[in-house]
């Protein structure tokens, strides 16, 4: 996921699509709307965790979910204050009542933003690449990137968060439509 502030910070916009259409899968592939599997043994993670972080820093983005570069794992790489985290298997175990409204943008539907309803504070819980527990109580931006990347970890993009009347200029927009 892209926040407004580190999408317009750093590379270039034509940068960042050339790199979006060679690392990332983009709205369209059946990939992206298939839901991920839990980890088990977390062996092999290191290495899809590094290239996750990589493409997170380089693109200044908020967050990424495994989906998106064709791996069905639970696994979600996420930035707070600049400082990187991973979650393994990670699960919402509490939500607030009230949703709040905001902007999110998406490494896989490059050039929309859309505004979507979260919940305004959540806990979410996984696992480190050691695997140790990991609680956070979240809320405001921090909550809005963990439901837009386990939303990934579903088959689930922002397409599938805005109204209806809204995704045929979602759709015109990426080119899917004429
Ligand atoms: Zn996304």
Known sequence: MWTRSGYHEGNKMAKKEKYLETNLKQFGD???????????????LYETVQKMTKIVKDLNASGLAAPQIGILR??????????????INPEITWKSEDMIEGPE?????????????????IVV?????????IKLELEGENARIIQHEIDHLDGITIYNRVPKEYRKEILYKLGKIG
Do not use: A, Y
């Open 74 to 87: 639970r696994i979600i790489v996420f930035r707070f204050e600049r400082k990187t985290h991973v979650l």
């Open 125 to 133: 819980q996984g696992r480190n690449l050691d695997g140790d527990l």
């Open 30 to 44: 059946p990939i992206l709307r298939e839901k991920s599997k839990n980890i088990e043994h977390s062996n092999d």
């Open 105 to 121: 943008g998406c490494l896989s539907l490059s050039g929309i933003w859309t505004m979507v309803n979260r919940f305004s504070k």
